[in-house]
């Protein structure tokens, strides 16, 4: 009996298009179209295609505009130089003959432009900070974020925190220069 089943996931596995995302992966996010390209090491034709994140959904949705999309994607970028969405490993310095990498001057850079950000949205407590830090930096769900992190332990309805990224976005768009301050506010 158990061979059976066995040989039908694997013919099932056979019948799937494996150029495409499968079902359960379409399930959990869109994707854009896909870009056609070569692949530099062997030369064949590839599709390239992106996961939407949740900056790419409010864009395409028309809630955000171009520069808070812009704004969302420099503290992204800077969150990422800073190295602070790393996964943590053991300390160097118990290991016989390791030695602690101390920070790059990019990576310095980027965390002091990271927490300059934040405080513009008002502090790491602050649901601005918070909210930017989570759904942006650590690229966690929006719906997620409201209900499991929210804001000072109480839960929030996700258009409600979609909201407060909205404005985190506004904020963080005329922190970066990309649009005057006085339209931000």
Known sequence: MAGKTKRRGLAKALR????????WRLQHGGFEDA????????????????ATDSLGLLLANGTIT???HEAGVIFRTLFQRA????????????????????????????????????????????PGGSIVWHVIGVEVSIRDWALRQGWAGRHMH????????????????????????????
């Open 35 to 50: 870009v056609r390209g070569v692949d530099p090491d062997t030369g064949c034709p590839i599709a390239h295609r992106r």
């Open 83 to 126: 190295a602070l969405d790393r996964v943590r490993t053991m300390s160097m310095i118990r290991i016989e003959g390791g030695s602690i990498d101390p920070l790059s001057e990019s990576q310095a850079s980027a965390r002091q432009r990271v927490a300059q950000a934040v405080d513009a949205l008002g502090g790491f407590d602050s």
């Open 16 to 23: 799937d298009d494996l150029s495409k995302p499968s079902k």
């Open 158 to 185: 996700p258009p409600q925190a979609q909201g407060l990224l909205v404005g985190a976005l506004g904020m963080l768009a005329a922190h970066f220069g990309l649009v005057p301050r006085q339209r931000a506010a």
């Open 66 to 68: 171009q520069n808070m």
